[in-house]
């Protein structure tokens, strides 16, 4: 273990923000009607389908699954503080587990737990010896696992480098509803669930051991708490999510390539969640907007994620968050 | 065999530049900087416009090296510098940047480099010695110069440096210009052999993380070492067993590294 405490002094500058509002301890709400603005969401989200016309919802659609993922990987970095580079890797087998259960005749239900379970696995078995040093080893970890799944994905899963088509989940006759309206609920449905799943997570004893370690690694390991094991447990957590988005992009474009889940989807996915603002629910919801709108990371994604790292280390989540006691102050 | 080995030494040649690069950055920076392959790839594209403007191979480098510290000691100046505590993903920023901004630049079409060294298993010793004398000129410039000397300090302890009125950050910027040029021998190196593009470096630095990671991020002697390791087992492994083994080496190596010496490794700071 590093003795070196986790201040917020770096090596180097000695330049320190000071923490303001959440960040300092303030425990008031940053938004009054939580319970109202989620029904309302809620309400808001079911009525989607019936309101637009199929290729946005197809987009919406995709957004909920990069919701799902985002939700994953801010666990491990928004409140772990460690960076993964392999969440696409995790996102891609997920998706692949789906397409060839899904090709091979399995029902489509079966493929969410499926794909679940592979990712955990891969989850702890990458996680494990990767955590024990430090977070950047982690990092460095899970690049090479980004970089080496796609070329064995090519090599090994049918279809090869030219991809995969699978059926889509059709909707059940009874319910008189289009498949692509259908696939959206299933995928509202699960990503509320991942959402509901996560709060009781990041509420458990494992999320809170890991905010601990997060802060000061050398006080929690004093209180009890193994920093090895908690951090392998929110990976393989973490991989778990973005598996079961993996499993839900298949069932909401029919179609895997190895190519779509290179280590720039990785990369995508963690530019995505630090613009939207780590360790927040809105961060994912945003992250995940940027994601699926803003694809390939180009100049605007680079100059974007250099910037939010530069002014607004908490994101589009803490600029909004700020605004009121910013125009607050203007006011005489 | 002793063919491939020796070809796979050429390879490792290539992560063994990127691999001293990554070492430098995070022994004098703290950070381990993922965007170093994209400034090698910058440097090898530098490389290739000046002998396009004519100029000659062993004349074009000097110059090359020089662009290449200066994009280091900018990188570290302009962009680093606000990164606060998230200098990881800055760097990741910094990578896409980078990448996006050549992309745009040179587009991506593939080109040729021009090869200084004769083909055949003598070829090998060229990218070799050019390493190894790399090795020892940053060996001379830190261990026995007076910015070597501040360099030393302020990794041994900021803080100390900052109140002995070292200026810290220029500081850094020269560790990550001397780590650019290391990256830079790198790019040049394995431009002749890939062909040049905006994502050539993406395995090589995989390869060059794992192999200086083997150094616990420490360690240039034993980055070095590992990466012609490396690059002797992705070759004897992607020859001989399976051709898509080459990319899981690292990541095997890597995996494998906790168990081994998790001493030299224990030292490496988030």
Do not use: K
Request: hydrophobic share 55%; with cysteine; net charge positive.
């Amino acid at each position: 273990m590093s003795a070196r405490p986790a201040t917020g002094l770096r090596a180097g500058t000695g330049h320190r923000r000071p923490a303001v509002g959440q960040y300092a301890g303030d425990r008031r709400r940053a938004w009054p009607y939580p319970r109202t603005t989620l029904g309302a969401a809620a309400a808001g989200a079911v009525a989607v389908p019936f309101l637009v016309p199929p290729y946005p919802l197809h987009q919406v659609t995709l957004v909920l699954v990069y919701v799902v993922a985002l939700l994953g990987l801010d666990l491990v970095t928004g409140h772990g503080g460690l960076i993964s580079l392999g969440h696409g890797a995790f996102f891609g087998v997920g998706a692949y587990t789906a397409a060839i259960l899904l090709s091979s005749g399995a029902p489509y239900p079966v493929t969410l737990p499926a794909a679940g379970l592979v990712a955990y696995g891969l989850g702890h078995a990458f996680g494990r010896p990767a955590v024990r040093l430090s977070g950047l080893y982690l990092a460095v970890v899970t690049f090479a696992v980004a970089v080496a799944v796609p070329p064995l994905i090519r090599r090994l899963a049918p279809g090869g480098a030219m991809g995969l088509p699978v059926r889509t989940p059709g909707a059940p006759s009874f319910t008189g509803l289009d498949d692509d309206q259908w696939v959206y609920l299933l995928v509202l449905a699960v990503a509320a669930a991942a959402f509901t799943l996560m709060r009781s997570v990041i509420r458990s004893s494992l999320g809170r051991a890991l905010v601990a370690l997060r802060a000061d690694a050398g006080a929690a390991e004093l209180l009890g708490i193994h920093p090895s094991a908690t951090r392998a447990h929110a990976f393989a957590w973490s991989a778990v999510y973005a598996g079961l988005a993996g499993c839900l992009f298949t069932w909401t474009t029919g179609f895997v390539a190895p190519e779509s889940f290179t280590v720039t989807l990785s990369i995508t996915l963690l530019a995505g969640i630090v613009i939207g603002g780590l360790g927040t629910v809105s961060g994912a919801v945003i992250g995940a907007v940027v994601v699926t709108f803003l694809p390939a990371p180009g100049l605007v994604s680079g100059l974007a994620l250099v910037l939010v790292l530069a002014v607004a280390p908490h994101g589009v989540t803490g600029l909004v968050r700020r605004a009121p006691a910013f125009l607050g102050r203007r006011r005489p | 065999m002793i063919g491939q080995i020796v070809h796979g030494l050429g390879t490792g040649a290539v992560y063994a530049a990127l691999a001293l690069a990554l070492v430098l950055v995070h022994r004098f920076t703290g950070v381990v900087n993922f965007a170093q392959g994209e400034l090698a790839m910058v440097s090898a594209y530098v490389a290739w416009q000046l002998v396009e403007a004519g100029l000659s191979y062993w004349a074009a480098l000097p110059l090359t090296m020089a662009v290449a510290f200066a994009a280091g000691a900018l990188a570290q100046r302009v962009v680093m510098r606000w990164a606060g505590d998230a200098a990881l993903i800055m760097t990741i920023g910094l990578y896409v940047l980078v990448h996006a901004l050549a992309a745009q630049i040179w587009t991506s079409a593939l080109r040729t480099f021009p090869n200084p060294f004769p083909g055949g298993p003598l070829g090998v010793a060229g990218p070799l010695a050019v390493v190894a004398a790399v090795l020892a000129l940053l060996y001379l410039v830190i261990r026995h110069s007076g910015a070597g000397l501040t360099l030393r300090a302020v990794a041994a302890d900021p803080r100390a440096a900052r109140l002995a009125g070292i200026r810290v950050g220029r500081v850094h910027a020269l560790g990550w210009g001397l780590a650019a040029v290391a990256g830079a021998v790198s790019g040049v190196l394995v431009a002749p052999v890939v062909f040049l593009e905006p994502g050539m470096m993406g395995n090589a630095l995989v390869s060059a993380l794992a192999a200086a990671a083997a150094g616990g991020f420490v360690h240039p002697v034993a980055a070095v070492a590992g990466g012609l390791l490396i690059g002797v087992a992705e070759t004897l492994a992607g020859t001989y067993l399976w051709a898509d083994l080459r990319v899981v080496v690292p990541l095997a190596v890597l995996l494998a590294l906790p168990a081994v010496r998790s001493g030299g490794l224990a030292r490496v700071r988030a």
